[in-house]
Every structure is written in structure tokens, then in C-alpha cells.
């Protein structure tokens, strides 16, 4: 019976649906995370009468035929690249991007990443790095003797010290955005890699024509919304028992068959 295996795509459909969504929930609180979304499609058919063709020697055409679907597939688990809210932090090194773009990050193998989490901190050299202690693109160094650090709309880094009253700029924050960025590859730690998909990073400036703009002492909260994924899941839940429900019913009628014969 062909609804025993259609109704179990449909169950593993659904179980992948909700691993989706517990993983939105998970990281509801994470900075700059980006909600997913499982896409499915239907499986291929099987024709068991072909439409188009030939239903007798005077050329009539069958005008619809006999497809039986064999059930769904995942077909991608798609990234929605919204912006999220933003939250004060009060935070000096706290960085939020309001509009296109990531962050670039130096990673230990000399290779970028990007990331949309601001949450920075200084290294035991003073460079600007990730919570992971990755540097951030252009590896800006803060002195020692430094009272405040500023960061302004541009990415610009000023620091002002005591016997100075003119704050010095240290350099430029970097960005880089893609043509398309559901096409990054996610490597956990917020972190995110170029893919031929997403195409090659276009490098440049905050509040450059294209890119964010940057505000200090703010970070970027997850765009996942609480409500909308509690919604999907009892949707996912409820197909879920559907299919399982489908199972029980074509067993109990193999059952029927088996003691007629």
C-alpha cells in the first residue's frame, strides 16, 4: 500500500518542521540570529494512466490521466535575513548594524567570516575581537591608556586619553554584504562563510550607498517571533498526527485484507 510510505514522508516532513522551529525557539535570545524556515515539495508521481495520450485509433487524447503522488520532500530550510530589534546594551564595544551587511571577521586559518553580532570585546593586545576572540576586520588596536572608546555611525573607532583632548581615530569598522545572503553557509558561533550560492562578499563601509549604517552600545536581537513559530508548530504538530493517523488506518486494512484471506 502506497499510504503506508506517503504518510511516513509526511511524518518525517513534519518531525524536520519542528526540529526547525525548536531551533528558532532555541535562539530566540541569541544575538543577530536569523530565523529559518523548512520549504518542502512533492515527491515524483507515478503515472498510472499518461495524460496526453492516445485513447483510441481515431486519435482521441486522454484529457487529464491517472498520476498517484508518492508523498513530500524537504526542499530547502531557507534563512530569513530580516533585521531584528535592537536593544541597548550601554556598552562601549556593543555594536548594532541597522540595515544590510555583516561584520567582517579575521578567523585563525587567515579565511573571512561574517556575522551580524555585535557583542565585541578587546583582546589581551587591545584589538577589537569576537566573543570567540576572532579579530574584526581591520584589526583596529585600542592603547592601553585609553579612557573612552567611541564608535560612531560610520564605523569610525575614536579613543580619548588622559593627557589628550582631541580623541584619536583608530580606523574604520569594515562591512561586506552578498547578492544573496541565504545562500551563506551558518558555522555556529553567529558565524556565516561565503558559498558560490550567496556570491563573493562585496566589501565596504558603513553608511556606504547599500550598507547599514552602525549604532553604539546597541546589539541586534533574533527576528524570531515567539508567537508566529508556536503557531507553526501546533500546524506542524497537528499534520503530524494526520500522517501517523493515515499509518494506523492502512494498517487496519491490511489487517482486514490478511484475515479475509
Do not use: C, W
Not at 525548536?22 to 495524460?51: M, W
Not at 556575522?115 to 585600542?142: C, H, K, M, W
Not at 560612531?152 to 561586506?176: C, H, K, T, W, Y
Amino acid at each position: 500500500m502506497r499510504s503506508l510510505n506517503i504518510a511516513a514522508t509526511g511524518m518525517r516532513a513534519q518531525q524536520l518542521n519542528v526540529d526547525t522551529i525548536s531551533h528558532n525557539l532555541a535562539n530566540q535570545t541569541t544575538t543577530g540570529y536569523k530565523r529559518q524556515r523548512a520549504e518542502f515539495q512533492d515527491l515524483i508521481y507515478q503515472d498510472l494512466k499518461r495524460v496526453g495520450t492516445n485513447s483510441s485509433d481515431t486519435g482521441t487524447i486522454v484529457p487529464t490521466g491517472i498520476q498517484v503522488g508518492l508523498g513530500v520532500k524537504t526542499g530547502s530550510i531557507y534563512r530569513n535575513h530580516t533585521q531584528g530589534t535592537l536593544q541597548q546594551t550601554e556598552s562601549a564595544l556593543d555594536v548594532a548594524i541597522q540595515g544590510r551587511g555583516f561584520f567582517i571577521i579575521e578567523l585563525p586559518n587567515g579565511e573571512n567570516a561574517y556575522t551580524r553580532d555585535g557583542t565585541f570585546q578587546l583582546s589581551p593586545e587591545g584589538e577589537i575581537v569576537t566573543s570567540e576572540g576572532y579579530i574584526v576586520a581591520p584589526n583596529i588596536a585600542v592603547p592601553d591608556d585609553a579612557v573612552s572608546i567611541s564608535i560612531n555611525r560610520f564605523g569610525e573607532v575614536e579613543v580619548s586619553l588622559d593627557d589628550q583632548i582631541e580623541p584619536i581615530n583608530l580606523g574604520q569598522l569594515e562591512m561586506a554584504t552578498f547578492i544573496n545572503d541565504a545562500g551563506l553557509k551558518a558555522l555556529g558561533d553567529n558565524l556565516f562563510m561565503e558559498t558560490e550560492a550567496s556570491g563573493p562578499a562585496i566589501e565596504g563601509l558603513p553608511a556606504d550607498p547599500g550598507f547599514g549604517s552602525l549604532l553604539q552600545g546597541y546589539i541586534e536581537n533574533a527576528n524570531v517571533d515567539p508567537v508566529q513559530e508556536i503557531t507553526g508548530l501546533i500546524v506542524a504538530q497537528r499534520a503530524y498526527e494526520m500522517n501517523s493517523k493515515v499509518i494506523t488506518a492502512s494498517d487496519e486494512m491490511l489487517q482486514t485484507l490478511n484475515q479475509s484471506a
